[in-house]
């Protein structure tokens, strides 16, 4: 099992990004993957996941309306849109996997994880 997190960057705020995780090992039309991200200091916070079967998807309060989770199961990549980036949304994004349908915000119940793509939002 693999998770390659990809696509961060420099941007302004009210700028957007996209974050594309690759999975490799198992397939999304079964198992669940979810964003993290961290800043020097904080805990790891969830971002979104969406679900293995039907894919349904959610997010933290702090980004919904502006981030949107989807997946490409032909690619076996999730992506994570990030609109209207403010300079709070600066961090290092993971994507994870418990490889299960769901495995909620816990970071310790996640297994695999990608190994993180920097993203920085000027103000």
């Known amino acids: 099992v693999q998770l390659q997190a990809s696509g961060g960057g420099l941007v302004q705020a009210g700028e957007s990004l996209r974050l594309s995780c690759a999975a490799s090992?198992?397939?999304?039309?079964?198992?669940?993957v979810a964003w993290f991200r961290q800043t020097p200091g904080k805990e790891r916070e969830g971002v979104a996941c969406i679900g293995g079967g039907d894919g349904k998807a959610a997010s933290a309060e702090s980004v919904k309306g502006r981030f949107t989770i989807s997946r490409d199961i032909a690619k076996s990549t999730v992506y994570l849109q990030m609109n209207s980036l403010k300079s709070e949304d600066t961090a290092v994004y993971y994507c994870?996997?418990?490889?299960?349908?769901?495995?909620?915000?816990?970071?310790?119940?996640?297994?695999?994880w990608g190994q993180g793509t920097e993203v920085t939002v000027s103000s």
């Open positions: 090992g198992f397939s999304l039309d079964y198992y669940g």
């Open positions: 994870a996997s418990g490889l299960r349908p769901y495995t909620g915000r816990e970071p310790l119940d996640y297994r695999y």
